[in-house]
């Protein structure tokens, strides 16, 4: 189309994203968390608002500056991330999870803080809910993304997330690599539908990776019909 609709290609979308890492308390001055800077979310929220979409952005524990004029709403742990996300799904039309979401959470969490002692501290960790997934089960109308952070395999475990969450593509990016993964400003993807590789992206400022994904989105929905 004109020059107009080509920067509004996600007018009246209605975009969720989850950017960040969670955080899983141990007691009132300890947790567990990841390397997740915040930036491959912030990114593609602050791309999809450019694209004149709807932006949601959900995010956990993040290092990097928060896009402006977008609505961020701060959660800590997977729990919290689960219910914020959870709630607003049937709202939306898009929904990308590149928050990384702490796997485990304390078994306990202790009300007050924990004392040393003489002998060695084993931790109980029980797992936590996968959000990614029960999105994938509730899934109707939504565009389901997820992400993949390998450092091995990484097509084989980045098909086998797409199928066991239901996703319609998957953002495989292999965290071992230079350039790639969790704290810099770059990213190198490849980006899985359950057809198998549809884009591989060189290496790409995560602002250019965020702005591809998108209009790679936005075509699989048009050609899709919605
Ligand atoms: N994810 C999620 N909820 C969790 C764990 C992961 O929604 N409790 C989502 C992430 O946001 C990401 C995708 O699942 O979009 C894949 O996360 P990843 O950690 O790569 O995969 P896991 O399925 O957790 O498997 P593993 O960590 O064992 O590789
Ligand atoms: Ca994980």
């Not at 066991?164 to 704290?183: E, M, Q, S, T, Y």
């Amino acid at each position: 189309g004109s020059w107009f609709s080509r920067g509004a290609k996600l007018k009246g979308k209605r975009v969720l994203v989850t950017a960040g890492g969670t955080m899983e308390r141990l007691d009132p001055v300890r947790f567990l968390t990841n390397d997740s800077s915040g930036k491959m979310g912030f990114a593609i929220a602050e791309a999809a608002q450019l694209m004149g979409a709807d932006v949601t952005l959900i995010a956990g524990r993040t290092t990097a500056a928060v896009p402006s004029g977008v609505n961020v709403i701060r959660v800590e742990s997977a729990q919290e991330m689960l219910e914020a996300v959870t709630g607003r799904f049937a709202d939306m039309d898009i929904v990308i999870k590149a928050a990384a979401v702490a796997d485990y959470r304390a078994a306990q969490i202790s009300g007050q803080k924990l004392k040393k002692t003489g002998e060695k501290l084993v931790l109980e960790l029980e797992r936590t809910v996968d959000i990614l997934e029960t999105l994938g089960q509730r899934k109707q109308h939504q565009f389901l993304v997820g992400f993949a952070a390998e450092t091995d395999q990484v097509e084989r475990y980045a098909m086998d997330k797409l199928r066991r969450k239901n996703c319609d593509l998957i953002v495989a990016n292999d965290v071992a690599k230079d350039g790639a993964g969790f704290n810099g400003d770059t990213n190198i993807v490849q980006v899985y539908s359950s057809e198998g590789l549809v884009d591989s992206m060189p290496l790409l400022s995560k602002r250019e990776v965020a702005t591809r994904l998108l209009e790679l989105i936005e075509a699989r929905m048009n050609a899709a019909g919605g």
